[in-house]
């Protein structure tokens, strides 16, 4: 808080340093014969050459009253773009540097008044510590992405922790740095085929909906895992079609859409684009894939609640951990993984009755299925 002064009185102070200097200036450019501006000098001056000159009978009439006509037009410019802050004289200093003091004991005023002085600063670590801690129904994709982020830095090695990593970094509209978490779950685990294809849908998100050449070669390596991927055969399609192939991305959209469910909502979006190539010969245009909106996703959660299960494993003495691990699977309806922790939890803590009473209605948690 002494730094935050001490940095607030320096500005105050350059702040009035900067405005004296400036009337300075303004003061130094007032003229130099009877208090008038030089430049208006300057044109009074032509003024009088052209009297001179008509005097001695060097301009005719119509010229000398174009001469005069312009030189006055001329004044009349200068002298209504002439500086007007009479800055010179002690009044106006004195009125500076008043307006210079009074500008932060206006601030500190309204901060008393507005904020919170005595409140202490929270750093960042314990917000993250307060965040892993909580519900993870109850944060969002940025703070789920901030808590996941810690849990890989414990775990270099852990590739789901990487995924989860990614969809709440593109839940929170962050493609580049979920491309970033699965170029490095792909180099941990190029087998995976869902982390090739989400490699290259983040590669689309950053390309604002164009399959460039990073995306269709993740793509391509999804396939060669899982030819039968949705996601890499309707992207590979679309980057056809936006090469010019219409037919070609047309019969790959085609063949794709009757391979999906008669159930599956994606047959009717496909539909719909499958209609309007058709009809212009070309794509509609970029469209990136949107990021979830709203509260966290049900994959964002599960990873939260995979890395304190790993958490509780690795540093079992935490019972108000093991009552949230019951209550996050009660809450994803995975009922065997919820009776697993609470047995465990149970067997730790047999002898001590207000944490079992607290496992107990945890495990009783209803379950929530928009996070299922």
């Known amino acids: 808080m002494i730094v935050f002064w001490i940095a607030t009185a320096a500005l105050s102070a350059a702040t009035a340093a900067l405005m004296m200097r400036g009337a300075a200036r303004s003061a ?13 000098a300057v044109h009074r001056r032509q003024l009088s ?15 000398l009253k174009a001469a005069r006509a312009e030189a006055g037009r001329r004044l009349i410019a200068a002298a209504e773009g002439a500086s007007a802050w009479p800055v010179e004289g002690p009044r106006m200093r004195l009125a500076v540097i008043t307006a210079a003091g009074l500008a932060p004991l206006a601030a500190l005023a309204l901060y008393i008044g507005v904020g919170a002085p005595g409140f202490n600063d929270q750093p960042y670590t314990r917000r993250l510590a307060e ?6 129904a109850q944060l969002g994709p940025e703070r789920i992405a901030a808590v996941m982020l810690q849990i890989t830095r414990e775990r270099p090695g852990d590739v789901e922790a990487l995924r ?33 294809v989400g490699l290259g849908e983040t590669f689309v998100a950053e390309g604002q909906g164009e399959v460039g050449a990073d995306a269709r070669r993740a793509f391509s390596e999804g ?12 992207h590979l399609a679309r980057a056809r079609i936006a090469d010019g192939d219409v037919a070609g991305g047309l019969a790959a959209w085609k063949a794709l859409q009757n391979d999906l469910p008669a159930g599956d909502g994606r047959r009717a979006v496909l539909g719909q684009e499958i209609a309007q190539v058709t009809r212009d010969g070309r794509l509609a245009g970029p469209d990136a894939p949107a990021a979830p909106a ?14 304190l299960a790993q958490r509780l494993d690795a540093n079992p003495d935490d019972p108000d951990g093991w009552v949230r691990l019951v ?4 809450v994803l309806g995975d009922a065997a993984a919820r009776d697993a922790a609470l047995a465990k939890a149970q067997a730790r803590y047999g002898d001590q009755p207000k944490i079992l009473a607290a496992l107990r209605q945890a495990a009783q948690t209803p379950s929530n299925a928009a996070v299922q």
């Open 28 to 40: 130094a450019g007032v003229t130099r014969a009877g208090g008038d501006d030089a430049s208006l």
């Open 49 to 63: 050459e052209i009297d001179d000159l008509a005097e001695r009978r060097l301009l005719a009439g119509s010229e």
């Open 131 to 136: 965040w892993r801690a909580s519900d993870p």
């Open 164 to 196: 989860h990593l990614a969809l709440a970094r593109m839940a929170g509209g962050d493609a580049s740095g979920a491309a970033q978490a699965l170029r490095q779950a792909v180099a941990l685990a190029p087998q995976r085929a869902e982390l090739w």
């Open 223 to 234: 396939l060669k895992r899982d030819p039968r991927n949705v996601s890499a055969l309707y």
């Open 294 to 307: 709203g509260g966290p996703t049900p994959d964002m959660i599960k990873g939260m609640v995979k890395g």
């Open 327 to 330: 209550r996050s699977y009660a």
